[in-house]
């Protein structure tokens, strides 16, 4: 049965908006696990943008499921991930103008220096993930450098125009899946999934964990996060 992992970066964001103390990532982690998420996934930024040094301290002091950094391969981000030792580290692409994720890692092009990377938070005790697009070139270099898992971009699906080219997207992603259990490599998957199309992407099985943050944000908006988080948590476990 899949799991899910809550991103809760944009309760960061809208406390950013004002600068102040609310509302709290880490009480919404804690409010997300109590509603049955899996575990809890936070992107430190390098310009920290909404998630906080002091936010990604208490999370790793109180979250009792799993907590999952994403981060950039920078030297700042590895020495603050081998300090903290959170459950998984994911690496992602990162750049300061972007409003959010635009896309997989190409770790076929900087496959030295992300295999460096790797290598060290590996020597830390800490299982690593590679966020890439379901391109099979890119899954056999996740499993040439060393990564435990890879998570599957899911952009391109989720932005789809057309039901051919939703469809095109859902089969890339199957084969990505298909060829990373083949490998032997772990499969989380994650970006633009929401209530609408979760099913869809969930029906393909072999991914173990879906990670999913606007959506369930901003459906807490309206109906609470505790609700946001079980109907998501239903519809990934049961669909």
Known sequence: MARLGVNIDHVATLR????????????????????????????????????????????RQTVQ????????????????????????????????????????????LHQEAISEVIDKLHDGGLLVSVFI???????????????????????????????????????????????AAKLGLGVNAGHGLNYANIRKIASLGGIEEYNIGHSIISRAVLVGLERAVRDMVDLVKYA
Not at 39 to 54: A, C, F, N, P, Y
Not at 87 to 97: A, D, F, G, H, S
């Open 16 to 59: 950013q908006a004002r600068g102040g103390r609310e509302p709290d990532p880490v009480a919404a982690a804690a409010v997300a696990e109590l509603a049955g998420a899996d575990g809890i996934t936070v992107h430190l930024r390098e310009d920290r943008r909404h998630i906080q040094d002091r936010d990604l301290k208490l999370l």
């Open 65 to 108: 499921t799993k907590l999952n950094l994403e981060m950039a391969a920078t030297p700042e981000m590895v020495k603050i991930a081998l300090s903290l030792k959170p459950n998984m580290c994911t690496l992602v692409p990162e750049k300061r103008q972007e409003l959010t994720t635009e896309g997989g890692l190409d770790i076929r």
């Open 133 to 179: 697009d379901p391109d099979p070139d890119q899954v056999k270099t996740a499993d040439k450098i060393g990564s435990d898992y890879i998570e599957i971009h899911t952009g391109a699906f989720a932005g789809a125009k057309t039901w051919k080219a939703e469809d095109d997207e859902l089969v890339k992603i199957g084969n990505a899946v298909k060829l």
